[in-house]
């Protein structure tokens, strides 16, 4: 199901020039080593990175920092009073949310998964510059911020594959002894991926490749059934499609479900460009 992807060295080019100024706090400069097909859909990246420290134990997610192709990076400056000076213009930066899927301190590396959507016409610039990244191509990364560990013994999820490298690290790192159950929609059984955990993990995988034509809200439907049946001192954690991550929302809100024992998010618009995958 999975199969490495090649990567060629690079001559010196005019992304890889020398940093000649500091970067702010937060924002961590980071540099291509490899990738490797995870699935059919999902490209894993791997990056060097100076310090890994801030990356471990803590908060999952960071904002990549995408140049336009084939300009020199102009990467934001510290603002007096804090924040970020942004460049604009023909150097503008584009932002995009994604999950650090695993750290690997031993090779100072961060790995992170991007989904090539399956959906035709969505635009997926974080996606882009993974089907084009070669050895040695720079970016930064801002964060790492937000997503941690649910704090529970108990979790059930309901996703569909721009959230799997999150659930991924999840389940890597929970403790042993917890419970988590899951419904995740990926376009078919090729798109599955092993979740060694710890812990106790089910995962009942829809597949989106078999529905009859035209057939919406399906993961919406079993999502909730999978929520109305939960325990209340359990942790739903719910991140998919904008439209199917509001009819659930709604029933935890119906519910007395509170943010305190939820996690819920939409990763993408079928109406807009996603968010590439967190």
Known sequence: MSGNTSIQTLPKSIDQRPMTSVLPDKIHLVTVVAKERVTPHMLRVKFACANVEPFIGGEMHVRLLLPRHGRLPVWPEAAEGGGFKWPKGENEIRLRAYTIRAVDAERNELWIDFLLHPTSGVA????????????????????????????????????????????????????????????????????????????????????????????????????CKLIENADETSFIWVACEKQDVRSMRNLLKTLGRNGEDTYVAWYWDRNLSPVDGL
Do not use: C, N
């Not at 002894?177 to 995740?184: D, F, L, Q, W």
């Not at 955990?197 to 399906?218: D, I, Q």
């Open 124 to 223: 997926t610039p974080g996606a882009d510059f993974a089907r084009a990244a070669r050895r040695g191509d720079r970016i930064a990364l801002l964060g790492p911020g937000s997503g941690r560990l649910p704090p529970s013994s108990v979790i059930h999820f309901v996703a569909d594959e721009t959230a799997l490298p999150a659930i991924a690290r999840i389940a890597a790192e929970v403790p042993a002894g917890t419970r988590m159950r899951g419904i995740i929609e990926v376009f078919d059984e090729a798109e599955e991926q092993p979740l060694p955990t710890a812990g106790s993990l089910e995962v009942r995988w829809l597949h989106r490749r078999y529905y009859p034509e035209g057939a919406k809200g399906r993961l919406a439907r079993e999502g």
